[in-house]
């Protein structure tokens, strides 16, 4: 999957007056710019190699043609400032704001994205980063009315004739169920954790054996696990299976089957609604990259709703005695114009 949007601007196209004055917040010249990879926010984003050697990295919007890019460059800014040393991202250095243009200043980090589909190896380290990143800002540093709302629910949206057509060309099962995916997205998603919530392989960088978690402008307070349930419906595209670190995970493993199915349903309904409603000027490599993940996510909720449904129905000398089901499911995908199909076993406890 391509991880990086198609509307980046380069250094060169960043107006000069807006250049020279994030040389004087570095106090340095920028020698050379190399816009890097991941993320599909308009705009630059650009390592900067300034003229003593050091690089730091730069993101970097018009307020006239990406407005509401500028509004989540300023959140960021102001989730930035108060994330605590322990969380592993980068250090905010400098902002610029003239009204016009906004940039942000960080630190540089030498990594680079996660393989896709996920290598078990890297998948297990990001998730371990980001159980212990939940624990570092529980109780959350910034209050509920200052973050972002979470960008979670959507299946409301689609329930007239028209939305609701264009899912069955996309999602069938999900609109013949469009009803229970409603109510089910519905339930309250109540915590007092900050979740950086866009925790996607586009966001996260691996430095050597250090996990860099980046891009925060949609962090809000909610349920502890909300991150990891997002990493672990991101898997399922890779064709690992969710469940056993559902099981194993200190942030998952005593939920609430409900609350795991709750959210599921309210993370692929906001996916699913951006991907059946984009219009024609949206970013065709975001709206694949949300029908993907999307997708994923429901997947797993189904997969979940069969085997439940398999183990009420079950012989209790069989797999009610076990404890343990499975199903096969297909999970497939478009990205690019590429159909891509592959087997994933989901097994619940």
Known sequence: MEMTGSRRIGWAAVPEHVRKAIEGLLGRRVAAAESLRGGFSEG??????LDDGADVFVKAVSCATAPAVAGFHRREAGVARRLPA????????????????????FEHVAGALPAQPWRPADFERVLAAATGMARAVTPSPIAAADAARPRLRGWADLAGPGPRAAL????????????????????????????????YPFNVLLDGD???????????????????????????????????????????????PREVDAFLAAHSGFLLRLAVTAGPGADPRLIDMAAALGGASLRWLRARADNAARARTAPVGRHRQSGNCSCQTSVTWQVNGTICDRSTTLSTA
Do not use: K, Y
């Open 86 to 105: 322990s969380v592993p991202a980068p250090r905010l250095l400098a902002v610029h704001d003239d009204g016009d243009w906004v940039a942000l200043l």
């Open 168 to 199: 069955a060309g996309r999602e069938p099962w999900a609109a013949a169920h469009l009803d229970e995916l409603i109510a089910l997205e519905a339930a309250p998603l109540e915590g007092g954790t900050l979740l950086h919530g866009d925790l």
């Open 210 to 256: 250090r996990v860099r978690v980046v891009d925060w402008p949609h962090a809000w307070v909610g349920p502890a696990h909300a991150d990891v349930l997002t990493l672990l419906s991101n898997a399922v595209l890779s064709g690992l299976d969710p469940q056993p670190h559902l099981a194993a995970n200190p942030l998952t493993h005593d939920l609430d």
């Open 44 to 49: 630059l984003a650009a390592r900067l190699r």
